[in-house]
């Protein structure tokens, strides 16, 4: 008989949304400890890392948040491109560590990649 769901996928389903849940609800350690959890069982998901990234710097942890930040910019399967927050976050972070010039550079590097879309058609503020 073919099973239709693992216990593996079971947990990492159970772990990635009870973690968004979290992050949802400002819930930042607890989500943090989850997502470390699952980071052990897929340690080159993306998804996770970005959630990480997000979830230690919300809860102030930003020599951590730092660390995710950087591994998640080292995976090939990453581009920053498509997710602009990575440099607000990035900046946030070597702000709160007192990296001031570097978190200028960063928030930069972010406002250079949200400024091409907010002038495409349909994007016009008013």
């Known amino acids: 008989m073919m099973k239709l769901f693992s216990a593996d996928s079971i947990c990492y ?3 990635y949304k009870q973690s968004y849940l979290y992050l949802q609800y400002g819930k ?3 989500a943090l400890t989850l997502l ?3 980071h052990g069982l897929l340690a080159n998901d993306i998804q996770v890392l970005k959630m990480l990234c997000y979830a230690s710097t919300r809860a102030k942890q930003f020599e951590l948040a730092q660390g995710y930040l950087a591994k998640l910019a080292n995976n090939p399967a990453f581009e920053p ?3 602009p927050q990575y ?3 990035y900046s946030q972070v070597l702000h ?3 990296e001031t010039s570097r978190a ?3 928030l930069q590097h972010y406002q250079q990649q949200i400024s091409p879309q907010e002038n495409q058609p349909g994007n016009a503020a008013g």
């Open 96 to 98: 709160a560590l007192n």
């Open 81 to 83: 491109g498509l997710w």
């Open 104 to 106: 200028r550079a960063m």
């Open 13 to 15: 389903g159970w772990l």
């Open 36 to 38: 470390q959890a699952l």
């Open 28 to 30: 930042y350690d607890s």
């Open 87 to 89: 440099y607000l976050l």
